[in-house]
């Protein structure tokens, strides 16, 4: 598919840069002009991904996680999150609101909040090689 721009980050699954993803998508989303609110919810999504890649994805260590954005025709912006981690051995019960691998003090609500705030996302996982989350959101165009 052909993209108007792009980048890509690399980085260890350390909590703090959770943080640095949540700016860096922020930043490089603001070029397409979005509203606040978009903005806010793809920051959201993006969190929510990247947390997920560092609890779930490397439970017992370091990992690296990968973040690739790019704009797309229509107003689009493309996010992927990719983990070389654990997997996911039931994406559908993943998906399931309330469910999480974590401990008590996870809610489960993660993949939840990532589908409410964009207009797609695709996971795909294999137990031992990891998880892509792949989110796109079709942004307003301003007039």
């Known amino acids: 598919m052909k993209f108007e721009n792009y980048m890509i980050l690399e980085f260890p699954s350390k909590s703090c840069n959770e943080a640095f993803a949540r700016s860096a998508v922020s930043c490089f989303a603001a070029q397409m002009d979005p509203t606040i609110e978009e903005l806010g919810d793809i ?26 954005c790019r704009i797309l025709k229509d107003h689009v912006l493309d996010i992927v999150v990719k983990d070389r981690g654990v997997g996911i051995a039931d994406i559908e019960k993943a998906r399931q609101p309330m469910y999480s691998t974590g401990g008590n003090d996870r809610s489960g609500m993660g993949i939840t909040i990532m589908e409410s705030f964009m207009t797609d996302v695709n996971i795909q996982s294999e137990p031992g090689k990891g998880t892509t989350v792949h989110m796109r959101r079709k942004l307003q165009r301003k007039k």
């Open 43 to 68: 920051r959201t999504a993006v969190s929510e991904a990247v947390t997920n890649a560092i609890v779930h994805g490397y439970p017992q260590g370091l990992g690296l996680i990968t973040l690739r």
